[in-house]
């Protein structure tokens, strides 16, 4: 079993920057493939970035390809998001999820525990 929990959401203007943290519970984070989804309000919850167990291998879905980075340090048990050029339809609740199995993945179905979300607002 796995805890996690994201902060790092807030308000920003469009453009702007933000870094998405996650940290999860317990000592086996890095056998973990890891990944971002978020849902905006009325909308049904959608992939943002994946990682791999050990951080080599990263997907991203196309609506934030060269504007999000994703990536993990095991040591610290951490799970990251840096969002650049932020734009209002970026606007969701962001969401960490953690998966068990080996591959990474990038379906809900795919994720076996997930965090509560950290809101996330961009102004146009």
């Known amino acids: 079993q796995v805890q996690l929990v994201e902060s790092g959401g807030g308000l920003v203007q469009a453009g702007g920057s933000l870094r998405l943290s996650c940290v999860a519970s317990g000592r086996t984070f890095s056998t973990y493939p890891m990944a971002w989804f978020r849902q905006a309000a009325g909308k049904e919850r959608e992939f943002v970035a994946a990682i791999s167990r050990g951080g080599y291998n990263i997907g991203y879905a196309d609506s934030v390809k060269g504007r999000f980075t994703i990536s993990r340090d095991n040591a610290k048990n951490t799970l990251y998001l840096q969002m650049n050029s932020l734009r209002p339809e970026d606007t969701a609740v962001y969401y960490c999820?953690?998966?068990?199995?080996?591959?990474?993945?990038?379906?809900?179905?795919?994720?076996?525990?997930w965090g509560r979300g950290t809101l996330v607002t961009v102004s146009s």
């Open positions: 999820a953690a998966a068990t199995g080996q591959a990474m993945g990038i379906r809900e179905s795919d994720m076996d525990y």
